[in-house]
Antibody, heavy 118, light 107 residues
Framework: QVRLQESGPRLVKPSQTLSLTCTVS??????????WGWIRQHPGKGLEWIGN???????FYNPSLKSRSTISVDTSNNQFSLNLTSVTAADTALYFC??????????WGQGTLVTVSS | SYVLIQPPSVSVAPGKTARVTCGGD??????VHWYQQKPGQAPVLVIS???DRPSGIPERFSGSNSGNTAALTISRVEAGDEADYYC??????????FGPGTKVTVL
């Protein structure tokens, strides 16, 4: 069973860049057949898709976050990452990484809470 | 962008049937997936491709999708089914859209 684990700073200052990494174990990103995504959840709210990356490094982003989002993959370390620039308090959320296939997200990390505050 | 509509809450007595709806324009032409999220936990995929149950999901969970409404049905509800449930679609334009979620309360 694939495992995903988010890591990165828990506190980010306004206007700075939020950077998170998802480490994948028990599966290889390079093996293909899946996409790797980021989803966030504002406190007490619903789920919001941020974007996906494929092993080909093709990326797709939520139009509302596209201008500030970059997802990249590091197959040598079996990781993929999210950078979200120019953050504000509205970016405070629980960030999940996930693996998906054919339209859904089959496996999720446990999530990491990122707070944007000075 | 595509919008999904879910009731904020559904209450059900143990042993009864809970039905959570997910509305969207011609949602029947899309494929719907359902996730269960318990407090403090990550979402878990409970129904994929409208009606398929991933490995390990009880047969009590079933799904349907037609017209403008998709539905998740939980039969013989147990206390452990109390959770938030989210529907999700891929809108065909590269976007993954989640519904606002429904809190299922077991009375």
């Amino acid at each position: 069973q694939v495992r995903l684990q988010e890591s990165g700073p828990r506190l980010v200052k306004p206007s700075q860049t939020l950077s998170l990494t998802c480490t994948v174990s028990r599966a290889f990103i390079s093996s293909g057949g899946y996409y790797w995504g980021w989803i966030r959840q504002h406190p007490g709210k619903g789920l919001e898709w941020i974007g996906n990356i494929y092993v080909s490094e093709s990326t797709f982003y939520n139009p509302s976050l596209k201008s500030r989002s970059t997802i990249s993959v590091d197959t040598s370390n079996n990781q993929f990452s999210l950078n979200l620039t120019s953050v504000t308090a509205a970016d405070t959320a629980l960030y999940f990484c996930a693996r998906g296939r054919t339209g859904c997200f089959e496996s999720w990390g446990q999530g990491t809470l990122v707070t944007v505050s000075s | 962008s595509y919008v999904l509509i879910q009731p904020p809450s559904v209450s059900v007595a143990p042993g009864k049937t809970a039905r959570v709806t997910c509305g969207g324009d011609s949602i029947g032409s899309l494929t719907v997936h359902w996730y269960q999220q318990k407090p403090g936990q990550a979402p878990v995929l409970v129904i994929s491709f409208d009606k398929d149950r991933p490995s390990g999901i009880p047969e009590r969970f079933s799904g349907s999708n037609s017209g403008n409404t998709a539905a998740l049905t939980i039969s013989r509800v147990e206390a452990g089914d109390e959770a938030d449930y989210y529907c999700q679609v891929w809108d065909g334009s590269g976007n993954y859209v989640f519904g606002p979620g429904t809190k299922v309360t077991v009375l």
